[in-house]
């Protein structure tokens, strides 16, 4: 089933033409509109002029009948108001007391004498209006009020048909939608016509810009581009030099790929040794354990523990790093245990420098985030913190999930970080590795709270400032984020 195409999307050469047609259509309406208000303005003003002209001529030879109810008198100035307004058709002539009671009508057969006047009619003029248009019916209704010295005496209703002039209205409505549907048509084919012409070299520039995208790239004809220099000549020429300088860099490009392979092996490697490096640490810390304290069944079996998870954490990042390339498996969930090997893996950087490590592990026993990833994280940032701390000082370390991110916070009282370290642990600047010692575990992190969509929050009172200003680190991991041993950096 094929996808419909926004409007949005649609090609010029008919979205121009489109509009061009809308606009006519709308002007248009207006245009018609305005027309049919003047007409009917002219119709009705025509109308209500005749039939004041009849209703003055009615209301003067009646009034002194009026005022006697003289019945007969009254008919007979209706009988011979008829022929005497040959350009006003008029269908009833009702004459009424001032009680509503009927003195005389044209048609007496409708309005009979004596009878009080229709509801209908009451309800036409309540609001005092003296001119009504039934376009449905095709009559108007007129009423003009009998006074004599000031006073009313009675009402004057006359009903006229309009039909004709509004045939001439719906006539006039038909001619103008007719002729302006025709406008819309043509203005419609002549504007496309014209802008398929005006865009032409749009359209060649388009199709080489898709060339482009599809590894073509080509110059576009001298002979298509226009001769006259406007804003098609000049971009086409642009184009031209643009197209020239991408051929130029996909040369040297293929010339840099080698050594570009070669320093991506390199990084490749170093981080593996890096990253293989930071367990043997604890390994070794094990081994000296077992030398000392081997005759204790169980500091032997813990250290064992130690060694067999160093091994099984080394094994992963060969694996993960295999899996960057051929594939991965799905990733094992942290758990607790996991973070709390981490505070042996670095005991002896802790020794070492007579660090006192405040450690606080408040997570629950299985967390929703890749475990290999997150412990080559949370190793990283201890070890560097580790080295950043004056010996003596203060490292503390706190994990917990408080919603739907697992939060671990590092704070140290080092000097702080530099600019250009922090700057890739935030994902920054991740082409170039940072010449500082920590430079490259600092790359490892960032790459990897990016992969696992992760973020780092750092604060620090800055580079070169005195003992203890201390650096915090606050790394946020989603939790449920599904990412495979893929995303282990080495």
Not at 33 to 40: I, K, P
Not at 421 to 448: C, F, I, P, Y
Not at 479 to 487: M, P, S
């Amino acid at each position: 089933m094929s996808q419909s195409i926004h409007p949005f999307d649609w090609p010029l050469s008919f979205k121009v033409p489109l509009l061009v047609g809308a606009l006519m259509v709308l002007l248009g309406g207006v245009v018609s509109n305005a027309v049919l208000l003047q007409l009917s303005n002219t119709q009705e003003n025509h109308i209500r002029h005749l039939s004041e002209a009849y209703l003055n001529g009615v209301s003067s030879a009646v009034l002194p009948h009026v005022l006697r109810s003289d019945v007969w008198e009254s008919f007979d100035v209706l009988d011979r108001a008829r022929s005497q307004y040959g350009g006003l058709y008029v269908k009833n002539t009702v004459i009424a007391l001032n009680d509503n009671t009927i003195l005389a009508a044209s048609n007496p057969v409708l309005f009979p004498t004596d009878n009080l006047i229709p509801q209908m009619l009451n309800e036409l003029f309540e609001d005092g209006k003296v001119l009504v248009i039934d376009e449905i019916k095709g009559n108007a209704w007129m009423r003009q009020i009998l006074r004599e010295d000031g006073h009313e005496i009675g009402n004057i209703y006359a009903e006229v048909d309009i039909s004709e002039q509004l045939k001439i209205r719906r006539n006039t409505l038909y001619t103008l939608i007719a002729f302006t549907m025709a406008m819309t048509l043509l203005m419609a084919g002549l504007g496309y016509a014209l802008v398929s012409r005006m865009l032409r070299p749009l359209s060649v520039l388009g199709d080489h810009v898709n060339a482009i995208a599809d590894g073509d790239i080509t110059d576009i004809d001298e002979a298509t581009i226009p001769r006259r220099k406007g804003e098609f000549h000049r971009l086409m020429k642009r184009f031209n030099a643009m197209a020239q300088a991408l051929r130029d860099r996909e040369t040297l490009s293929q010339r840099l790929a080698e050594e570009e392979k070669l320093a991506i092996l390199g990084k490749l490697a170093s981080g593996m040794a890096h990253e293989v490096n930071n367990p043997l640490g604890g390994m070794g810390n094990a081994i000296d354990t077992i030398r000392k304290h081997g005759d204790d069944d169980q500091v032997r079996n813990r250290s064992l523990d130690i060694l067999e998870r160093g091994l099984d954490g080394i094994a992963k990042v060969t694996q993960a790093t295999l899996a960057t390339y051929k594939g991965s498996g799905k990733a094992d969930h942290l758990t607790r245990r996991d973070l709390e090997d981490i505070e042996f893996l670095v005991h002896h950087k802790i020794t070492r420098r007579q660090i006192d490590l405040k450690w606080r592990n408040e997570t629950p026993s299985k967390i929703q985030v890749d475990a290999s990833v997150t412990r080559q994280i949370v190793l990283n940032l201890l070890l560097n913190a580790c080295e950043a701390s004056p010996k003596g000082g203060q490292l503390h370390f706190h994990a917990s999930v408080p919603n739907d991110h697992l939060v671990i916070v590092v704070e140290d009282q080092g000097p702080g970080i530099p600019d250009a370290v922090a700057a890739q642990l935030k994902g920054e600047n991740m082409s170039v590795l940072s010449q500082d010692r920590h430079g490259l575990g600092a790359w490892t992190v960032g790459t990897l709270l990016k992969r696992l969509g992760g973020h780092i929050d750092i604060q620090t009172q800055g580079v070169g400032q005195t003992q203890g200003a201390g650096t915090k680190l606050t790394v946020l991991l989603p939790l449920d984020h599904e990412v495979g041993a893929q995303h282990a950096i080495a």
